[in-house]
């Protein structure tokens, strides 16, 4: 997986939560995109690419990869930036005005 945009975080308190407790809480904010009627959506999928998860797993996805006292997280954001309705307006008029010109 390649990052479009990486930040790292020092904590300055211990970190009390194990992988697996981690896991559990991040599991409550999975990411799923946009609704038609939500102009942002943000949440948790896995840090590692499916293509490089076990083969066989069918399981929901780590949300977590530790590498020895460091545990990698990996947050999603989609933001809608013109409502469908503008959209599919501003092609409605682009297929008409190719029709015109082609005389359809």
């Known amino acids: 997986?390649?990052?479009?945009?990486?930040?790292l975080f020092a904590l300055t308190e211990t970190f009390s939560l194990s992988?697996?407790?981690?896991?559990?809480?991040?599991?409550e904010q999975l990411f799923t995109p946009c609704s038609k009627y939500e102009k942002s959506r943000i949440g948790w999928v896995s840090?590692?690419?499916?293509?490089?998860?076990?083969?066989g797993e069918e399981?929901?996805?780590?949300?977590?990869?530790?590498?020895?006292?460091?545990?990698?997280?990996c947050a999603q954001k989609q933001d809608r930036l013109l409502p469908a309705s503008?959209?599919?307006?501003?092609?409605?008029?682009?297929v008409a005005e190719i029709e015109q010109r082609q005389a359809r």
């Open 86 to 94: 503008v959209v599919r307006q501003e092609t409605e008029e682009k």
């Open 1 to 7: 997986m390649f990052f479009k945009n990486s930040r």
């Open 47 to 55: 840090p590692i690419d499916a293509a490089y998860a076990a083969e």
């Open 19 to 27: 992988q697996e407790e981690l896991e559990t809480q991040l599991t």
């Open 59 to 73: 399981e929901a996805p780590m949300l977590t990869h530790v590498i020895g006292d460091y545990i990698m997280v």
